[in-house]
């Protein structure tokens, strides 16, 4: 527990001494897989339950929506340049590790809040991998099962590292899971679990 507590409140002055009226973020830039550090958190949560970390969490979250979801696709901070405060939000280079964080960034959120956005921002960050981009072109490669590194300015960057593949491969296995996880939400808000006077447990309709 002791250096989760230390990293616990590392995260959250960093935010709060960064944290500004229209800038919710831990540093005075965003760059790459920005999504890590409030999944972090709710990973934190889960563990000390504080009240500060969980509302870190949301806002730093709900900025990074704003940030990349706001054209209706999504849209990482692009590697030429990043996002500084005060200036101008990157467009290009995009690259496949961004959309797996965010991915499993909304994943967590889904499992702690089971806000139905929080899985709809999911499948978007996801088809980001399939074409719905800036470029409206697809990075996974149905011939080789691989995933192609990013989008560039000049168009798709065609180079299939091992890092973009696994990227896309844990992003569709975190989709999977998240269907699962609605299904079994569902199920439980339909039936309640009972148990007879022998020990068996059984579902019931409520």
């Known amino acids: 527990m002791g250096i989760i507590e230390r990293m616990r409140q590392r995260l959250v002055d960093q935010y ?21 550090m409030p999944l972090a958190l709710y990973h934190t949560w889960q563990i000390v339950h504080d009240s500060t970390v969980l509302q870190v969490a949301d806002e730093s979250m709900k900025f990074l929506v704003k940030v990349t979801l706001d054209s209706g696709h999504f849209r990482p901070v692009g590697s030429d340049g ?37 899985l709809k921002n999911l499948f978007q960050c996801f088809t980001w991998f399939l074409g719905e981009n800036d470029l409206r072109l697809p990075l996974y490669d149905h011939e080789t099962n ?17 890092e973009s593949t696994m990227a896309y491969l844990i992003s569709n296995m975190t ?11 569902k199920q439980r808000e339909n039936y309640s679990y009972k148990v007879t006077n022998k020990g068996k447990a059984y579902l019931e309709p409520v």
């Open 146 to 162: 691989g995933c192609c590194d990013g989008l560039e300015s000049y168009g798709v960057n065609r180079n299939q590292g091992a």
């Open 16 to 36: 709060l001494a960064n944290r500004k009226e229209d800038w919710h973020w831990f540093e005075d830039i965003l760059t790459y897989d920005n999504g890590v």
């Open 82 to 118: 990043w996002f500084p405060l005060d200036g101008r939000c990157s467009r290009f280079a995009q690259q496949a590790t961004d959309a797996m964080v965010m991915i499993l960034l909304f994943f967590k959120a889904y499992q702690i809040k089971r806000r139905n956005k929080d």
């Open 175 to 185: 989709v999977l899971n998240a269907v699962e996880l609605e299904c079994e939400y």
